[in-house]
T-cell receptor, first 111, second 114 residues
Framework: LAKTTQPISMDSYEGQEVNITCSHN???????ITWYQQFPSQGPRFIIQ???TKVTNEVASLFIPADRKSSTLSLPRVSLSDTAVYYC????????????FGSGTRLSIRP | SQTIHQWPATLVQPVGSPLSLECTVE??????LYWYRQAAGRGLQLLFY??????ISSEVPQNLSASRPQDRQFILSSKKLLLSDSGFYLC?????????????FGPGTRLTVT
């Protein structure tokens, strides 16, 4: 399984765009890149996943360069409620596999 | 729609006592099921995962065990709890559409071993 590296913590202010970058140098051909969000005392929530280029949904955008060795989660115009831990992970497209959560990035949004 | 339940929500148990945590999923068939543990301020540690009834894969050798007696029921057990078993236990499921990276988590059980 590919290991991921992301910043331990980040701070930002309401209304700003936040970009969290994750490196995954050993990503395999059949791995997908996935991001989760976790609030205190809750289970993680799936945010977005992608394989290459750019993916956008109602919550976030995910940018993946051509070499796929890194990815960037972009949160537009964050609010205080976006304060959470964000996990980047890579996992194969398989029904019988496991995924590994790292320590995540603790994002703090200030007024 | 699919829902996942865990109980109890909180549990305080003495060292050496047994443990049984239950997880059930509604609204889907033949899900992949997972048990994770999260220590305070840490990431998630995968404990067990199951792709079908009676099929359990263990990720971390320890005094915990898991069972899947029914398609949508996943149970985490221990015969004798250790202090180090304290943590936030999360059950998750993923669909049979071969998208194991997209998991849906339950509300969790916070276990304190005293």
């Amino acid at each position: 399984l590919a290991k991921t590296t992301q910043p331990i913590s980040m701070d930002s202010y309401e209304g700003q765009e936040v970009n969290i970058t994750c490196s995954h140098n050993n990503i395999a051909t059949n791995d997908y890149i996935t991001w989760y969000q976790q609030f205190p005392s809750q289970g993680p929530r799936f945010i977005i996943q992608g394989y290459k280029t750019k993916v956008t949904n109602e919550v976030a955008s995910l940018f993946i360069p051509a070499d796929r060795k890194s990815s960037t989660l972009s949160l537009p115009r964050v609010s205080l409620s976006d304060t959470a831990v964000y996990y980047c992970l890579v996992a194969p497209y398989s029904s019988a596999s496991k995924i590994i959560f790292g320590s995540g990035t603790r994002l703090s949004i200030r007024p | 729609s699919q829902t996942i339940h865990q109980w109890p929500a909180t549990l305080v148990q003495p060292v050496g006592s047994p443990l049984s945590l239950e997880c059930t999923v509604e609204g889907t068939s033949n899900p992949n099921l997972y048990w994770y543990r999260q220590a305070a301020g840490r990431g998630l540690q995968l404990l067990f995962y199951s792709v079908g009834i009676g099929q359990i894969s263990s990720e971390v050798p320890q005094n915990l065990s898991a069972s899947r007696p029914q398609d949508r029921q996943f149970i985490l057990s221990s015969k004798k709890l250790l202090l180090s078993d304290s943590g936030f236990y999360l059950c998750a499921w993923s669909g049979q559409e071969r998208r194991s990276y997209e998991q849906y988590f339950g509300p969790g059980t916070r276990l304190t071993v005293t």
